[in-house]
């Protein structure tokens, strides 16, 4: 069980180490990276729960930042996976509520249902996966800076880049209580009254650090906002990654690209 939260603390701040790097994606404005993410997330949400063939072009985008960016596919998918219950819940009961036909698919016939289950899982990794290589190539940190730069509310920036920084804090204060029962039990698992002790001096612990950490961030003159770094104005490249994707997302919202692809593909072959 140590082992298994010091493993998730280290994967916690792997994306970190991977915006470190000096990639193609990494040398990016952090801004221009924010605004395609969003625009790019707003686009996937704009389409229909049983439009799932027009949501394949998207997947260039992603695709693409994960390429610029030298980015693991294992390190992506690994999350997405660790996330995917929330999605699965989400869409578990469509197939069941929607059983009138809504395509064939050679010798099967797909329900309404189970297409909007497919369009829901398909929207969540189209979006939880750019949000996670926007992270991968700029840093949570950089993010946080780009949203303040673009007019994000101050507190909500702030609240972003505590939360996340502070989430490493508490994962450390609950390696080092596992660490301790599992020295003290000779290596078995708590009982639930056990793990309801534990949890509470974990609440104590991390109330008491939160408040050692208010003081010390007052007295070194921490007044709510994160320093922020000049940026000037976007460069050739950002330009160029920034109309790229408009031109995508644009195309792909205003035509269907796969129906218009099978129209080519039927007229070609009669």
Same mark, same amino acid.
């Given at each position: 069980?140590?082992?298994?939260?010091?493993?998730?603390?280290?994967?916690?701040?792997?994306?970190?180490?991977? $915006?470190?790097?000096?990639? /193609? @994606? &990494?040398?990016? %404005?952090?801004?221009?990276?924010? !605004?395609?993410? +969003? #625009?790019?997330? *707003?686009?996937?949400?704009?389409?229909?729960?049983?439009?799932?063939?027009?949501?394949?072009?998207?997947?260039?985008?992603?695709?693409?930042?994960?390429?610029?960016?030298?980015?693991?596919?294992?390190?992506?998918?690994?999350?997405?996976?660790?996330?995917?219950?929330?999605?699965?819940?989400?869409?578990?009961?469509?197939?069941?509520?929607?059983?009138?036909? $809504?395509?064939?698919?050679? /010798? @099967? &016939?797909?329900? %309404?249902?189970?297409?909007?289950? !497919?369009?829901? +899982? #398909?929207?969540? *990794?189209?979006?939880?996966?750019?949000a996670l290589l926007l992270v991968a190539t700029?840093?949570?940190?950089?993010?946080?800076?780009?949203?303040?730069?673009?007019?994000?509310?101050?507190?909500?920036?702030?609240?972003?880049?505590?939360?996340?920084?502070?989430?490493?804090?508490?994962?450390?204060?609950?390696?080092?209580?596992?660490?301790?029962?599992?020295?003290? $039990?000779?290596?078995?698992? /708590?009982?639930?009254?056990?793990?309801?002790?534990?949890?509470?001096?974990?609440? +104590?612990?991390?109330? *008491?650090?939160?408040?050692?950490?208010?003081?010390?961030?007052?007295?070194?003159?921490?007044?709510?906002?994160?320093?922020?770094?000049?940026?000037?104005?976007?460069?050739?490249?950002?330009?160029?990654?920034?109309?790229?994707?408009?031109?995508?997302?644009?195309?792909?919202?205003?035509?269907?690209?796969?129906?218009?692809?099978?129209?080519?593909?039927?007229? $070609?072959?009669?």
């Amino acid at each position: 069980m140590v082992g298994s939260l010091e493993s998730a603390l280290a994967h916690l701040g792997s994306f970190d180490d991977l $915006a470190r790097r000096d990639t /193609p @994606a &990494v040398r990016l %404005d952090p801004r221009s990276k924010v !605004l395609a993410t +969003l #625009a790019f997330v *707003a686009v996937v949400a704009s389409f229909g729960r049983t439009e799932l063939g027009r949501l394949a072009p998207l997947a260039a985008f992603p695709l693409a930042l994960a390429a610029l960016g030298d980015v693991p596919a294992r390190a992506i998918l690994v999350r997405l996976a660790i996330a995917s219950p929330f999605a699965l819940g989400v869409a578990a009961f469509e197939p069941f509520l929607h059983r009138a036909p $809504a395509a064939i698919v050679g /010798p @099967a &016939v797909v329900s %309404d249902g189970t297409l909007a289950f !497919l369009t829901i +899982l #398909a929207k969540f *990794a189209l979006t939880l996966g750019a949000a996670l290589l926007l992270v991968a190539t700029t840093g949570f940190d950089e993010v946080c800076r780009a949203l303040r730069s673009l007019g994000a509310p101050r507190v909500l920036v702030t609240q972003l880049g505590l939360t996340y920084r502070y989430l490493f804090v508490l994962a450390e204060e609950a390696a080092r209580l596992v660490r301790a029962h599992a020295l003290r $039990a000779d290596g078995r698992r /708590p009982t639930s009254r056990v793990a309801g002790a534990l949890i509470g001096q974990l609440l +104590l612990r991390a109330l *008491a650090r939160a408040e050692r950490v208010h003081v010390a961030m007052r007295c070194r003159g921490f007044d709510g906002r994160f320093p922020e770094r000049h940026r000037g104005g976007f460069g050739m490249r950002d330009l160029a990654f920034g109309a790229a994707t408009l031109a995508l997302l644009a195309v792909a919202r205003a035509v269907d690209l796969p129906a218009w692809a099978g129209h080519l593909l039927a007229g $070609a072959g009669g």
